[in-house]
């Protein structure tokens, strides 16, 4: 349909067009079977009009082909629907109201006119901020009348946005805000950004290559033939790694035979050992022969990396046999925390997507996993004694009271059998610790507080509420994190009101210490010790506490460092490091919560723990808060780079609307722009603003000078992020992390000769392009033999003089391309004659395919 645009907001007269009631209309209530056929046939969609005018502008049309009419005047239905955005309309006959999070309600008024059989809803309103991208609409709108159970409208019960959003065709669709320089990514475009690396792969080298890159490794002249007449020999403290490295070599077609060092070697042999004095932790040397593989590692961790190094000459395809380049590498990493972060949080996934991970984390040398565990949206592990937190906060559902679940986000839908909901029992979590324990991961897991802690808090109420019915009032207050008389007002960047920890209730220092203990014990369990504890920290709701009673009363005793609203994140902060500290463990937080503004770190003194750890991460080059990374390292905490313009993988692979993804802090990031970041010198990497203007002068666009890094000893390593929001299945995640977490793994475990204050951009494109042709030659097929799922970057292709020319960001991918609008799909070869002047293109790598481009008319 087209858009009535601008008008919509002038006069609301529009809204009466195509109504009325039909001639069998209904009383004020309709019956549960009226509700779902209305759901079943009604057809909800959501458009965008106009991103440029002051509020965005969008609109919802609700077209009613179903025999049911919504009776006139003010009745108990309601429609609620998700919106990443908080939305606001004036509207006659109707209301639109902000429940919590990304939940919206509309509701008929006293002079709403009915919606007859057959007619048209049209129903404007605007946007907190523009909408670019079809995944900013979420699945599973739904009707709802009280007493009833809630039907979800079936046009909107699937993962295709696309089949009940409106197209993005126009600028004021497409862009963000005036000017916005990112250019629309289009099949020419593409075309004609492919092209440098295409011509320099040309050039290439295409034999396999070591991935992460090692520090220094000579490759020779010849091969060793790996089959089954060799045997593994090891010393006996890696009988863990060697049991692994046969295990791998069988699953791709070479069984070994395999014994401790006591045992003599004959014939050809892999020879796992440690040499202690080496003193760098997960250093090796390896060397290839053509009848001897030697790994030598500093530790078992070293001897493990390895062994990734050797598997990772192999080609994705079994065999019985395969040839190995003859090489001899010296190699540690660059860096001791090299990380990857996963929100389940707000959408679980399940176990098995993550175990995948972890191997494939293991298969590029990340040895960090920080999971998070916890949301506002969801809480995702079992925890002894406190049922609550997954009986309630693991499931989300229309429940307004929220003691059976929290309230529905995030496109779930009113039904627990919606997306998202789930969490790891207490067995799943001790299998996945070790799962990581034996790749050398360490599992970092994170409880998020004390904002972004709805689901605690929630479940924490349930409880509360079901103890002190059965006359329990001290259990019920014993892990309330909530003070019922609390009139704080504040609204989260996500659009909650009441989402903190209430940090001056004892109750939640016994709640900390109670989570902490019971995954302590889980860690036990597993075989191995809880290191690191992450509390989250990040985005506080301004306003937190400040009507707090229980805050007032703290401030009232005259305990020194707690006189006001300003001093609660740090007197939170310093209990929890208290409690983690006790307990012998190392506290992490992302970078706001260990700061009182953008300037000003908490005094690192406070805080009882050896090691404080930070993920700086909110670098909007212009917004001057890049530099709290380096400001926290020279106040003596321990950053974590994890910057958002290049490190967070929920960003779309590209600036099209068919990109899943949040754009908040770039427009896009592909794995090349991963490639292509220096941790070093975390300035260098200011290359664009949010509009897309080059950034040439740091300094000057922020207005001031840029402090310095003077304790590059405390900067502990990088890590990247996918948040979950809009990712809501497993292949979903999978799409977004992969594959660029292999460039993250190459930057993290790698220090490349192009890096530098004035980085060489040539020889970091050619390193680029060998880079992107081991993607698509070994890696990506790799993934694909694992049996997950992962990104395939749409083709660049033109038609000039009847000739199709096409290529990828990726060389080596097959790119096939159809003239009869994908009725049947070829292969392409260079420059084929086509004789259609708009044609469709996809790559495609086994049986995964990217999405459908075309060229233009």
């Keep these: 349909m087209k858009f009535a645009g601008r008008h919509l907001f002038a006069r609301f007269s ?111 309103y605007t946007a907190s901020s523009s909408m670019v991208s079809y995944t900013d609409f979420m699945p599973r709108a739904f009707i709802t009348q009280q ?32 000017p916005d320089l990112y250019p629309i990514a289009t099949a020419a475009i593409r075309y004609q950004d492919n092209l440098a690396v295409n011509q320099a792969v040309a050039k290439l080298d295409t034999s396999p290559k070591i991935i992460p890159t090692p520090a220094d490794v000579k490759y020779r002249k010849g091969t060793a033939t790996l089959d089954s007449s060799w045997q593994i020999r090891y010393a006996g403290r890696l ?47 390896l060397n290839i022969a053509a009848d001897k593989i030697t790994i030598t590692g500093s530790d078992n961790a070293g001897a493990f990396y390895g062994i990734q190094s050797v598997l990772s000459l192999l080609p994705a395809q079994t065999a019985s046999s395969h040839a190995l380049p003859q090489l001899s590498a010296s190699d540690a990493p660059r860096y ?60 989300r559902c229309f429940d307004l009271s929220e003691q059976t679940c929290l309230l529905t986000q995030l496109g779930t839908g009113p039904h627990k059998s919606g997306s998202g909901n789930g969490y790891y029992s207490t067995a799943d979590f001790i299998e996945i610790i070790k ?107 301004a306003g937190s506490w400040t009507a707090s009673p229980a805050c007032n009363a703290l401030f009232a005793k005259g305990e020194q460092g707690v006189a006001g609203p300003a001093d609660l994140k740090p007197y939170f902060v310093s ?47 212009e917004w001057g808060v890049a530099d709290r990374a380096y400001r926290l390292a020279n106040a003596g905490y321990e950053p974590i780079l994890s910057p958002a313009t290049h490190l967070y993988f929920d960003h779309p692979h590209e600036a099209n609307p068919e990109e899943r993804g949040y754009y908040w802090a770039t427009r896009y990031t592909d794995a090349a722009k991963v490639f292509g970041f220096m941790p070093d010198n975390l300035y260098a990497n200011a290359d664009k603003t949010r509009n897309g203007a080059p950034i040439e002068n740091l300094e000057a666009l922020v207005g001031r000078a840029m402090p310095a890094l003077e304790k590059p000893e405390n900067l502990r390593g990088m890590q990247a992020q996918v948040w979950s929001e809009t990712i809501r299945t497993g292949a979903q995640m999978e799409q977004m992390i992969y594959p660029r977490l292999i460039p993250l793994a190459e930057r993290a475990w790698h220090k490349a000769a192009w890096e530098g204050d004035k980085p060489n951009t040539a020889a970091r494109s050619a390193d680029w392009a060998a880079f992107a042709l081991q993607l698509s030659a070994k890696e990506l097929p790799k993934l694909a033999a694992l049996g997950g799922d992962f990104y395939l970057p749409p083709p660049g292709a033109v038609v000039e003089n009847g000739k199709l020319r096409a290529n990828s960001s ?46 233009a008319n």
Aim: aromatic share 8%; net charge negative.
């Design 575 to 621: 209990k929890v490091s208290a409690i983690t500290s006790a307990r012998g463990l190392d506290l992490a937080g992302w970078e706001d919560g260990l700061m009182y503004d953008p300037v000003n770190t908490f005094n690192r003194s406070q805080f009882a723990n050896k090691h404080v750890l930070a993920n700086a991460w909110d670098n909007i080059w």
């Design 336 to 395: 001791s925390w090299r990380g990857m972060q996963y929100d389940m949080g707000r959408n679980f996934h399940g176990k098995e997507v993550t175990l995948r991970l972890i191997e494939q984390m293991a298969r590029y040398k990340l040895n960090k996993l920080h999971l998070h565990l916890t949301e506002d949206e969801g809480w995702r592990l079992e925890i002894p004694g406190l049922p609550e937190l997954t009986d309630v906060g693991g499931n």
């Design 239 to 285: 009988t863990g790694e060697a049991t692994y490295l046969a295990a791998q070599l069988k699953s791709a077609g070479v069984t070994l035979t395999s014994a401790a060092d006591h045992v003599a070697a004959t014939g050809k042999v892999i020879e796992l050992t440690v040499d202690g004095s080496n003193a760098k932790p997960e250093a090796y040397t």
């Design 435 to 541: 799962f990581a324990s034996a790749r050398h991961i360490e599992v970092v897991p994170e409880i998020d507080m004390p904002g972004h802690a709805r689901a605690a808090v929630k479940s924490m109420e349930a409880r509360y509420k079901k103890l002190l019915k059965a006359g329990q009032k001290a259990e019920a207050e014993q892990y309330l994190l909530s003070d019922p008389l609390d009139k704080s007002q504040y609204m989260t960047v996500q659009n909650y009101t009441d989402n903190s920890i209430n940090v001056c209730l004892p109750s939640t220092y016994a709640f900390v210490d109670k989570v902490v203990y019971e995954l302590q014990q889980m860690y036990r369990k597993a075989g191995t010790k809880l290191v690191t504890f992450h509390m989250g920290g990040d985005e506080t709701g």
């Design 810 to 855: 990726l060389p080596g991918l097959t790119i096939e391309f159809s003239v009869d609008k994908g009725t049947s799909w070829n292969t392409y070869a260079d420059e084929q004659a086509v004789s259609a002047s708009s044609v469709l293109l996809r790559t495609r790598l086994g049986e995964a395919t990217s999405r459908v481009t075309a060229t």
């Design 147 to 178: 007493g009833m159970t809630a039907e979800v409208f079936a046009n909107t019960d699937t993962e295709a946005v696309q089949d009940f959003v409106e197209p993005f065709t126009k600028a004021e669709q497409l862009q963000r805000f005036s």
């Design 14 to 124: 529009a809204l009466t067009l195509a109504l009325g009631l039909a001639h069998s209309a209904l009383a004020a209530e309709l019956t549960q079977q009226q509700l779902g056929e209305f759901a079943d046939d009604a057809k909800l969609r959501f458009g965008v009009v106009n991103n440029l005018a002051a509020k965005p502008e969008l609109q919802l049309t609700l077209t009613n082909d179903s025999g049911v009419a919504l009776p006139a005047g003010k009745s108990d239905w309601r429609i609620y629907f998700h919106s990443v955005r908080k939305l606001d309309a004036t509207l006659d006959g109707l209301s639109l109201r902000h429940v919590q999070g990304d939940l919206h309600e509309l509701a008929p008024t006293a002079g709403f006119k009915g919606l007859a059989a057959g007619a048209n809803l049209l129903v404007p």
